[in-house]
């Protein structure tokens, strides 16, 4: 059993930058691979970045390369997700994941969930 504690949401102003961190329990943290996804009113989730175990691989959404840059650190199996020049279309609740197989994520069925954190970017 992986429990996943989200952090470091908040309201925001365009061109802003945030940190969101996600804290793991339990054991093994570094057997899984770990994604973002976020969630914005009215729409479904979709996948923002996956990182491997190792942390030697990480993929991102296209549409947001550049901005976001996710990172990993194992021994405080904390996993976080660099946001910057943020944009009003990125307001949205954001959830951390852990999946056992990279797959998992663009099928958006990793084996965990976190409660979620939510992100508000004013323009």
């Known amino acids: 059993q992986v429990q996943l504690i989200e952090s470091g949401g908040g309201l925001v102003q365009a061109g802003d930058s945030l940190r969101l961190s996600c804290a793991a329990s339990g054991r093994s943290f570094s057997g899984y691979a770990m994604g973002w996804f976020r969630q914005a009113p009215g729409k479904e989730r979709e996948f923002v970045a996956a990182i491997s175990g190792s942390g030697g691989n990480a993929v991102y959404a296209d549409s947001l390369k550049g901005r976001f840059t996710i990172s990993r650190n194992n021994a405080k199996n904390t996993v976080y997700l660099q946001m910057n020049s943020l944009k009003p279309e990125d307001t949205a609740v954001y959830y951390c994941?852990?999946?056992?197989?990279?797959?998992?994520?663009?099928?958006?069925?990793?084996?965990?969930w976190g409660q979620g954190t939510q992100v508000t970017v004013s323009s």
């Open positions: 994941a852990a999946a056992l197989a990279w797959g998992q994520f663009y099928s958006i069925n990793p084996n965990y």
